[in-house]
Structure formats: C-alpha cells, structure tokens
C-alpha cells in the first residue's frame, strides 16, 4: 500500500513543476495590451501567454509597440521635411534655368563683295553676305535649313538654299559667309545698269533670311529682312556693313 502512494507522489511533480513555469513566465512578461504588469487584460493571442513566439511563426507575427516607444516620435522630422523641400526647390529652380527657351539670334553683319558679270540678255551678279548666327541656350542648336532670296523693286531675282550648315553650340556665335547668285533680266535694270552715261549704278538689294532650327525637341524659324547697296555697273562695290 506504501508503494503505490510514492509512485502516484512522483507522477503528479510533473505537472506541478509546468504549472508553476507558466505561473512565472505569466508573471515576467506583462498582460497583452498593458504598458506593466499591473493591468488586467487577455494573454497574448500570438505567444499564447507563454511569452515566446512560436517556431516558424516568426514572419506572420504582428508586434504590438507601445504608444509612447520612441520609434513612434522620430526626432527633427520638420528639419528633415524642410530641408528636402529646399532641395527639390532647388532642383526643379536649376533644371528650369538651363533647359529655359533662349533666343538663337540671325543677325547681317556685312555685304563682302559683289561680282558683276554683262551678258547680252541679263546682268549676273554674285553677292557675298557675311552673318552671325548666336546660340543663348545651354544645349546645342541643329540648323536644318538655311534659304535667302533677293529681291529687286519688289522682284524675286535669285533664290539660294543652304543645307551642310554645322550644329551650333551651346552659349556661342559663329559667323557664316553667304553667297547668292542674282540675275538682272529685266530691260529696264539692264539699261540702267550697263549705261554708260550713268556714273553710279546704285541697286537697292533686299534679302530675306529664313533660317529652320531645332532644339530641346521643337522647331523654329527664324526670319530677317536686311537692306543693302550694291553697284551694278561695274565691281567698285567695296565691303562695308549692312544697316
């Protein structure tokens, strides 16, 4: 009889000594939902009230954080805030001052020469023209096409058409030499121009410039009349600057 009493004895420490390690481990960690242990509430539903996550549960696991932790109030947020708004600001300020629009600028600059040829039926003359062509913007500027066309009396008398001209840089200026052909047939100008009697053989040239570029993905054109004195008769045209 003695026997069996020690043996129910042993059996049952088991189950005193577990019960006695969740009553410690209920006392270490705090109720779920409390900031200490004095407040009532429900055991953890992820740890089950034992304190300890469950193996393999790690990464479906949701963590409680207390509302007063300090990860919850990051120190110089306004500082921070403040200080990338300055820097988009100033971002967004550069990008708009170099990829701003400037002028590209066609400007006559001198008549070169004129060559005065006499044929029984037309008066050929080849008059030379020296421009500039300025680039304000911060990229380069393409130059699709260059035309000029002179005219006489409010006739079209030569016509040329540039198309090999280089791109043109960013922030510079660079001058072009322009030949056009012109052919006088009417008689009048032809009479005029190959009297003898006449001592000066003024013409009244009009050129009309029109220029096709390209930069930062649009088109423009741009377009210059100029106004220059040139001598029929013979060649005493000497260089000298268009106004």
Same mark, same amino acid.
Request: with cysteine; net charge neutral.
């Given at each position: 009889m003695v026997t069996p009493a020690k043996n129910s004895k042993t059996s049952e420490e088991p189950e005193l000594t577990d019960e006695t390690e969740k009553v410690k481990?209920?006392?270490?960690?705090? *109720? /779920?939902? @409390?900031?200490?242990?004095? *407040? +009532?509430?429900?055991?953890?539903? !992820?740890?089950r009230g034992i304190g300890r996550i469950p193996r393999g549960q790690e990464n479906q696991l949701v963590a409680v954080i207390p509302c007063n932790d300090v990860r919850l109030k990051p120190r110089r947020t306004k500082? /921070?805030?403040? %200080?990338?708004?300055?820097?988009? &600001?100033? &971002?967004?300020?550069?990008?708009?001052?170099?990829?701003?629009?400037?002028?590209v600028t066609l400007t006559p600059v001198s008549v070169l020469s004129? $060559?005065?040829?006499? +044929?029984?039926?037309?008066? #050929? $003359? #080849?008059? !030379?023209?020296?421009?500039?062509?300025?680039?304000?913007?911060?990229?380069? %500027?393409?130059?699709? @096409?260059?035309?000029?066309?002179?005219?006489?009396?409010? @006739?079209?008398?030569?016509? =040329?058409?540039? *198309?090999?001209? =280089?791109?043109?840089?960013?922030?510079?200026?660079?001058?072009? +030499?322009?030949?056009i052909s012109l052919p006088i047939t009417d008689k009048g100008l032809n009479s005029y121009c190959k009297s003898s009697t006449i001592k000066i053989h003024? &013409?009244?040239? #009009?050129?009309?410039? !029109? $220029?096709?570029?390209?930069?930062?993905?649009? =088109?423009?054109?741009l377009s210059v009349d100029t106004f220059e004195y040139i001598d029929c008769g013979t060649n005493s045209t000497i260089p000298h600057p268009v106004r």
């Open positions: 481990t209920l006392r270490r960690f705090p *109720s /779920y939902g @409390a900031m200490n242990g004095n *407040s +009532t509430g429900d055991t953890c539903p !992820t740890c500082l /921070y805030v403040c %200080v990338s708004m300055a820097v988009c &600001l100033l &971002l967004c300020c550069l990008i708009l001052f170099f990829l701003f629009p400037r002028s004129v $060559m005065v040829y006499f +044929t029984p039926d037309a008066v #050929e $003359m #080849e008059v !030379t023209n020296l421009i500039n062509i300025s680039n304000d913007n911060f990229v380069p %500027v393409q130059i699709a @096409a260059f035309n000029v066309q002179g005219l006489v009396s409010d @006739a079209i008398v030569g016509k =040329t058409k540039i *198309s090999n001209m =280089t791109t043109l840089q960013s922030r510079s200026k660079k001058s072009y +030499t322009i030949k003024t &013409l009244f040239l #009009e050129l009309q410039m !029109t $220029m096709n570029i390209s930069y930062l993905s649009h =088109t423009e054109q």
